[in-house]
């Protein structure tokens, strides 16, 4: 069951890296920066160009509504290599990677390198889990330190020696996906606690109770303090609108509670068909001994994670990347039972030649992939940045959100180092920019400045920038913070950041 750390067992872990790489490619092809991406890597670069460490911002506004640590990890690529999307794709990359190596090794421990192996492809080659590599998200990460929470589970489970301090290494994976995402971690110690029990082993399930309290150190200290240094501003975000809001679904619509449940059935093709022949070999006793252990913890971890995710009232497709493994687990059993022989030499002799064949044949199909853009990925934003980097050389030190969404305005700070202004805080006071500063319009359409007003600025097809008048002409159309509508003759200007 021990797999030994040695290149001659490295196609456990290499091989679903492999494909990983090759699923991923596409999605790097073309410079669009998906939903949210440039947002979170400009407050990950600012904890670094500022020095915002404990707290977040976005722009000159504190940002409360995630844990720092995804940030602090992924702001250092990116301050290290520069704000481009190709740092930010190959840090979900190498997080996305972490996540199959630690799938196929969880497996390995328990139920042999094969179904190791397999379950490592089956993750790999799990569209939903792969495609997303394109894009900034924290839950890959996330996702890391539940697998490391497992696997030191498992390990101790098998060794006498290592369950002794079980609880220091769960607890500390445990409190560091807290400091990721919040709360969602705290799940790992229901599910390992039955599962040892599943497995008969009660006395090491007990040893999970100082592990809840070493999860709570380390993530408790940043909560504590944010809440010290910022009260109620904190809790009501980070607690309320973040977590109490979302999962009772004040603020929208909730899905149903078979949300996720349809869209497995929907997406997770052709590997529901390997998930569901497995489940029904487990539950007629067909599955192999030695594959029983990693059936229970997979049956554990996906029954109560759906149930868990499903009770949430915001679903959201990436919140199944940690459930993802253990549905990988349950096809990388079936998949290594039903191998035969003369299969398993055959991938063994010819892995290193089946993994370069399918990472090339990605990349012919990446470097096909016409690019895609949004509407205002469209917009000529490079000479905006040339504008800018040109007058900061001048003294410039101050922009303003004229009309930009919170999205363009996060690419202005990652590519010139200035956030530019929101004119409206989180408590929606109005603070307008004084004369002379420098506004920035972006398809703003009827919001845009007066004629007169960009005659005097500079434009680049429906960018506009301008120099802040003295007094507000009566006839200036302004955008309305609520979205709704152009206000005139009235000082309201922009958009609180979300």
Known sequence: MTPGWTIRRAWVWLAPMAVLVAMSLPGFAGPRWPVDTGWYAGIALQVYRDGHWWTLHAGELPYFNKPPLGFWLHGFALWLLGGELWVIRASMLL???????????????????WA?????????????????????????????????????????AGDD???????????????????????????????????????????????????????????????????????RD????????????RAIGLDFAPEPSWWYARHVGQTYWPWLVTLVLSVVAFARGRTHDRHRPLMKLALL????????????????????????????????VWIASVMSLHARR???????????AAVSLS??????????????????????????????????????????????????????????RATRGPDGRLTLPPPGAMVIYADAGETRPPNAAIKNGYWWDRIVVIAWPDELPPEWSLGDPAGDRPVRGQSVLGASSP
């Not at 609880?167 to 110690?189: F, Q």
């Open 363 to 420: 990349l012919v199909l990446t470097l096909a992939v016409k690019p895609r853009f949004t509407p205002s990925q469209k917009l000529p934003w490079h000479e905006l940045y040339a504008f800018i980097a040109s007058a900061r050389q001048d003294g410039l030190h101050e922009i303003w959100n004229g009309q930009l969404s919170y999205q363009d305005a996060a690419m202005v700070y990652t590519k010139t180092g200035l956030w530019p």
């Open 161 to 231: 020696r290592r369950s002794r301090i079980l609880w220091l290494p769960v607890g500390l994976a445990i409190g560091l996906a807290l400091m990721t995402k919040p709360i969602a971690a705290l799940l790992i110690v229901p599910v390992a606690a039955l599962w040892l029990l599943w497995i008969g082993q009660p006395r090491r399930a007990r040893q999970l109770i100082p592990a809840v309290g070493v999860a709570l150190l380390v993530a408790g200290a940043w909560h504590m303090g944010m809440y010290l240094e910022h009260g």
């Open 301 to 332: 971890f996906a029954a109560l994670g759906v149930l868990g995710l499903s009770a949430f009232a915001d679903k959201r497709e990436h919140y199944l990347f940690p459930i993802y493994p253990a549905m990988a687990w349950m096809s990388g």
């Open 95 to 113: 997080a996305a990677a972490a996540c199959v190596g630690l799938t196929a090794q969880i497996a390995n421990r328990l139920a042999g390198r």
């Open 346 to 356: 055959f991938v063994l002799a010819r892995w290193p030649s089946l993994a370069a």
């Open 234 to 245: 904190f809790t009501a975000v980070f607690f309320q609108s973040q977590a109490f809001d």
């Open 116 to 156: 190791g192996c397999c379950s490592g492809l089956v993750l790999a080659a799990t569209v939903e889990f792969s495609r997303n590599t394109d894009r900034f998200r924290l839950d890959y990460l996330h996702t890391v330190f539940i697998l490391l929470a497992l696997l030191a589970v498992v390990y101790a």
